[in-house]
Structures are given as structure tokens and as C-alpha cells.
């Protein structure tokens, strides 16, 4: 199946949950510039549409069908209290307060262009349900819906009025093309079945706090351009529609560019993108000048399309992870519950809008040549930094990332029933799994000082999963570039003593700490804890399988763990060589080579045998060499297990040509 079709779908659905909002932001653009014209303010317009805006949103997306959901019913119940709370404030106290004549024309211009934005919608309801486009009769209510803003243009200059007109035109015509619709309750029956999905519900949360975070940006910054100098009301409120469109075209962009370079929405893309609407939102609230606002903009929107891809590519796998429930979910009640989340969300956050916008009302009447008080900078900048915080704090906690997505493929391909995968994977995204996000971190962090190029990713063979990864150790080099560089899922063998912050305190006091100069030997041993405790949290978060050494029996759970790994599901990856000893000061220890592979343990061949004797299936050894020097990791031919051999022959056999591999790949790297 060519896979253009697909990415066509995908296109026009990035397109639409980017722009699912965006009549709501042109038809609040047109009331603040109203209100700009009339009141001197542009709060007062954004204030009183968001309040039409959030019921019109609350009863077209669906949000009043969730009542059987607590949580987002209380939250909607809390968002349309906190509206009529605003708009009681905006329509009993701000008259009073103002004491401006063209506040109730204002108001009841406010209130035709939602009720102009209203009857679109259910216009285009109406002809979606009966498969007609209907534009005929869409144009004609827009027409209508021009003539009573005839009585109320009186209050504008002639300028403003041509202005108002073309925008109202613009507008409307929008409206018109639009596929816009309400959300039926029959439309909605797919959108339970998702409950009690661990992974999903982890997933809604970030997807929420992430559009939450949209939004409010939005605001924020259409609100920021309407202070200080920017040249006329027209330049100015053209720049903020410019504004817009050029965030549009980023997000199009990036994904193109995501598409055509096969870029996988993972969590390190999610945690770049994050960091970079961090980034974007609190400079663009700082730049001065043309130049760096379109820089920054473009950091934001770049980081806006980031997480939003991550998202929409995950969304994709949860048909999947709902069969492993023995649920029947199709793509379509996927898409329905994340139109109703985003309506939700927009809910949200047009209702903190709306509080934000009526207390600057009060506090600033109007903002010409006005300077941003310092308390509403900090507003514009901290709420929506804040909910992208949440965003990513959900995103460290989604089980499903790229590793367990792949497993879950590799399984669906497949084609075959095996229970033993089946159960961990719905451990894993089923059921609420407590996921090890230091892993995920540290590589964000490490990845960009190794700058390692991965040759050999051909070479893995998925369709014989799972396999063993064997890696050369070079002291530290080896474990941390094939941990976070290895292009596949796994689980991998790690000494016990470095998973238990005490014992690794007194293992890399052994090994180094304890030459460091001019400190006493208790000091000493405070660093090494010290440095211990990060370092057994990440080793832990790889969700090892710990290598015991000390007696036969210990060594036994270690392949056994690793059979059960196996059989589940998960490759493992290991590090066999043997260390040599070495005097370093006064003190004997062990080391391992840095530029070559030393000789190889031939224990761990033991697992070819174990496991053919499990399944009766070959495991197949891929040999691994990271190069420190020339920053490689270069990923061999696999070696295969023979049941045929005598054992003790086999073992010795896959050790040695392990090790030839690793040292034919170290070639190559020179």
C-alpha cells in the first residue's frame, strides 16, 4: 500500500486541528479592532466575543455531552461559571467605570459577528448532514447578516468603516468555506471506549495542555502588538493578521520538512519543540524590531509544529494499543475525541482569556502610547510557558514512545499470537505503568555532546525480533552511545552493583574517584555518592535486567530474567568483553579497552541455547562497535544460532565471530 494517500490524510488533518480555531481568532481580531476604534481599548471586544465564543464552542464541539466524565465535566462546569462571572463584571461594573457612549453599540456589534459566527455554523451543520455544500444559501446569510452593521458604522470614521467592511467581507467569506459543523451526540459513541487506556489518557493530557498553550498564546500575543508605536490602528491589526497567517505557514512547513526527511515524532523531537515555544514565547514578548519578532516567531511556530507532530503521530498508533484491551476502536472516533479535546481546551483557555482580558479593562481603560505594565508582561509570558510545562510534564510520562511503539508494530506484523508479548505490551500501555523518564532526559542532554553517526540501521532485521545487540564496552563510551543511539527497542544487562546507589558509590570510588587530589578520603566518598545517585537513576530508568556475578545461582536469574525478557518481547543488549587488570597508583583494578575489543566472555552465548530451548526459534547476535575517536556506531551482519552445534562448540563459536565483527566494523571506521 503506498503510503502518499496516508500522508495526504495526515496533511489535511494537520491543516485542520491547526486551524480548527481559526474563524474564532479572525472573528476576535475584527472585535478588538473594534473596540480599538470605539473605546481606545481592544480588551473590552476580545473580552465580550471569548464570552460568546466559549457557549458557541460548548455546544458545537460536543463538550456538553461529557457529563459522564468528571474530571473534564468539572472543568467545563468551572470554565463557564469563571465566563459568566467576566461577563457580569463587563456588563453591570465596566460601564460605569468607562462611561463611554459607544459602549452599547460596541456591544451590540460584538454580539452580531458571534451570532453572524453562530449562524455559519449551524448553516454549514445543516447542509453537511444532507451532503450538500449549501454555499449558495451561505453567501446569502452573510449578506444578511451585513445589513444590520449598517446602523452601527455610524460610530466610525470613514476610514475604520472601509476597514470594518473589508474585514467583515474577508470574515465572512471564510465562514463560508469553512467545514464547519456542530458535533452530535451519536457522533460521540466512540469516544468512552478509550477509558481506562493509561497511555491514552496520558496522551489526552498532553495533547490538552499543548493546545491550552496555543490558544493562550494567541491571545497573549494579539494582545501585546496592540500596545505602543506600531504606526496606525489599520498597520497595526494588519500585522497581527499577518502574524497569524505566518504562523500557519510555519507549522505547513515544518511538516513538509518532516515528511520529506522521515523524521519520527518522538519524545526528543516533543522535548526540542517544547523548549523552542518556551524559547519562542518568552522572546517574542521581549524582541524589538521587525527583524528579531520574525526570528522568534519563527522559533515559536517551529516548536508549536514540533510537539503537534509528535502528537498527531502517536495518535495514529492508539487504534493499535486499544485491540491489545480487546477493544474495536476505529480511526475516525479517534479523530471525533480529539476534536472534542481541543474544543475542550479551547474552552479552557478562552475562559482564563476572558478573566485576564476584564481585569485589564478595569486596569487599563485604554493603551495608546502606552508602555505593557510589568504585571501584565509577566501574564503574557507566564501562562502560556506554564501550560507548556504541563504539556511536557504529560510527555515524560507517555509509556508509548518510540521504542514501544516500534515493539508494538513488530508484534501487529507479525501476524501471530504470541501472549507473552501481548501481556507486557498491555502491562506497558494498558495498564497505568509507571514510566522511568530519566532515560529520556539524560539523552536529550547527552546526545548533542557524542554527535554519533549510526551506520548499519539496513541491517536490523525487525522481522526476526527480538535478537541480542552485543557492544563493545570502551569503560563508559560503549553503554551510553548504544543506549541512546541503537536504533531499536531493548532492555540491557547492567552490572547489580551499579543499580543500588550505595554499592555503585563504592564501585566508581574504586574505579576513579578515589585519585582525585587534594581531598581526604571521607570527601572523596561523599563524591562518589554523589555522583552515584544520577547515575543510578538513569541506569535504572533503561529498565535493566541486572547481571549477577557472585555465585552460580545469581548468574542463573540473570539468564532466566533475560529469557522472559526475550519471550516477552524486548531485544537485549550487552556488554560481553572481558576486562583485564590493571595497577593504576597504588591500587589494583580492572579496565576495559578504549580503541579495540578485548577478549569476550563466552557465558552469554548460553542465551541461543535457553532460549531455542524455550521456543525453539534461533536468536540472532548483532555485533556493535562505537568508536569514541571518530564518533561512529557501526552495526554488523547477525550472527545466528545453530542448534545443530554441540553446545559448548556454538557458544565458543558466536563469541569468537562476535568479536571478529566488532574488530572488521572498528576497521571500517578508520
Known amino acids: 500500500m503506498s503510503s502518499e494517500p496516508h500522508n495526504d490524510q495526515r496533511g489535511r488533518r494537520v491543516r485542520s486541528n491547526f486551524s480548527a480555531f481559526g474563524n474564532n481568532f479572525a472573528q476576535l481580531l475584527l472585535s478588538m479592532y473594534l473596540s480599538h476604534c470605539m473605546l481606545g481599548s481592544p480588551f473590552y471586544g476580545a473580552a465580550f466575543f471569548l464570552f460568546v465564543d466559549i457557549w458557541t464552542v460548548y455546544y458545537t464541539s460536543g463538550a456538553h455531552y461529557v457529563s459522564s466524565r468528571r474530571g473534564l465535566q468539572s472543568m467545563i462546569f468551572i470554565a463557564l461559571g469563571s465566563s459568566l462571572i467576566a ?33 455559519s455554523v449551524l448553516l454549514g451543520d445543516h447542509f453537511k448532514r444532507r451532503g450538500k455544500g449549501g454555499y449558495i444559501y451561505k453567501v446569502l446569510f452573510q449578506l444578511l447578516a451585513l445589513l444590520p452593521c449598517l446602523w452601527l458604522d455610524n460610530h466610525l470614521t470613514p476610514e475604520q468603516f472601509r476597514i470594518t467592511w473589508i474585514r467583515l ?15 452530535h451526540r451519536q457522533q460521540l459513541r466512540g469516544v468512552h471506549k478509550m477509558q481506562g487506556i493509561h497511555s491514552y489518557l496520558v496522551f489526552s493530557s498532553t495533547g490538552f495542555y499543548a493546545q491550552t498553550a496555543f490558544c493562550l498564546g494567541v491571545f497573549m500575543y494579539m494582545c501585546y502588538i496592540c500596545f505602543g508605536p506600531i504606526g496606525s490602528l489599520t498597520l497595526r491589526y494588519s500585522a497581527i493578521a499577518m502574524w497569524l497567517v505566518a504562523v500557519v505557514f510555519i507549522f505547513w512547513m515544518f511538516r513538509q520538512l518532516q515528511g520529506r526527511l522521515h523524521i519520527r515524532g518522538g519524545f526528543n523531537t516533543f522535548m526540542v519543540g517544547a523548549l523552542m515555544w518556551i524559547v519562542g514565547t518568552v522572546a517574542l514578548f521581549s524582541a524589538v524590531g521587525t527583524l528579531s519578532s520574525l526570528l522568534w516567531l519563527v522559533v515559536w511556530g517551529m516548536g508549536i509544529a514540533a510537539t503537534n507532530a509528535v502528537l498527531l503521530n502517536l495518535e495514529e498508533s492508539f487504534v493499535a494499543v486499544a485491540a491489545l484491551d480487546d477493544k474495536s476502536v476505529e480511526r475516525g472516533e479517534l479523530q471525533m475525541r480529539g476534536h472534542l479535546s481541543r474544543g475542550i481546551a479551547y474552552i479552557f483557555s478562552a475562559s482564563i482569556m476572558l478573566l485576564v482580558l476584564t481585569l485589564w479593562c478595569f486596569v487599563i481603560p485604554d493603551v495608546e502610547n502606552r508602555e505593557i505594565p510589568s504585571m501584565v508582561r509577566r501574564t503574557m509570558m507566564f501562562l502560556p510557558v506554564l501550560f507548556i510545562g504541563l504539556s511536557l510534564f504529560f510527555a515524560l510520562r507517555q509509556p508509548l514512545d518510540v521504542a514501544n511503539r516500534d515493539k508494538l508494530n513488530n508484534f501487529l506484523d507479525a501476524e501471530m499470537e504470541n501472549e507473552h508479548i501481548r501481556e507486557n505490551l498491555k502491562n506497558l500501555l494498558v495498564k497505568k505503568y509507571r514510566t522511568r523518564f530519566g532515560v529520556k532526559i539524560l539523552m536529550l542532554m547527552v546526545r548533542p555532546l557524542l554527535h554519533l553517526k549510526v551506520y548499519g540501521k539496513e541491517k536490523i532485521d525487525a522481522g526476526h525480533f527480538p535478537s541480542i545487540f552485543v557492544c563493545n564496552h570502551g569503560i563508559f563510551y560503549g553503554p551510553i552511545s548504544a543506549v541512546i543511539y541503537l536504533p531499536t527497542y531493548f532492555r540491557p544487562w547492567i552490572d547489580r552493583k551499579m543499580l543500588s546507589r550505595e554499592e555503585a558509590a563504592r564501585e566508581m570510588y574504586g574505579r576513579f574517584v578515589y585519585r582525585l587530589p587534594l581531598l581526604s578520603e571521607k570527601c572523596k566518598m561523599r563524591v562518589a555518592r554523589a555522583l552515584a545517585r544520577p547515575v543510578v537513576w538513569g541506569l535504572n530508568s533503561c529498565n535493566p535486567i541486572p547481571v549477577e556475578r557472585d555465585n552460580l ?30 595497577t593504576l597508583g597504588d591500587r589494583q583494578t580492572v579496565v576495559h579497552e578504549t580503541d579495540t575489543v578485548g577478549e569476550m566472555f563466552t557465558g552469554f ?26 564518533h561512529t556506531l557501526r552495526i554488523g551482519d547477525p550472527i545466528t544460532y545453530d542448534p545443530s552445534t554441540p553446545h559448548k562448540e556454538e557458544k565458543e563459536r558466536i563469541a569468537h565471530d562476535l568479536r571478529e565483527a566488532m574488530l572488521a566494523l572498528r576497521g571500517m571506521s578508520e
Open 87 to 119: 461577563a457580569s463584571a463587563l456588563i453591570y461594573a465596566l460601564p460605569s467605570v468607562l462611561q463611554n457612549p459607544k459602549l452599547t453599540p460596541l456591544t451590540l456589534y460584538i454580539c452580531l459577528i458571534a451570532l453572524r459566527n453562530v449562524g
Open 169 to 183: 467581507i474577508v470574515t465572512g467569506t471564510m465562514l463560508i468555506f469553512s467545514p464547519s459543523g456542530v458535533i
Open 553 to 582: 545461582r545469581n548468574v542463573m536469574s540473570t539468564f532466566h530474567l533475560t529469557i522472559d525478557s526475550l519471550r516477552e518481547g524486548d531485544n537485549v543488549l550487552l556488554f560481553p568483553e572481558r576486562p583485564h587488570k590493571a
Open 605 to 630: 552465548a548460553n542465551i541461543g541455547k535457553m532460549y531455542h530451548d524455550a521456543t525453539g526459534k534461533s536468536l540472532r547476535f548483532y555485533p556493535i562497535y562505537t568508536d569514541k575517536r571518530r
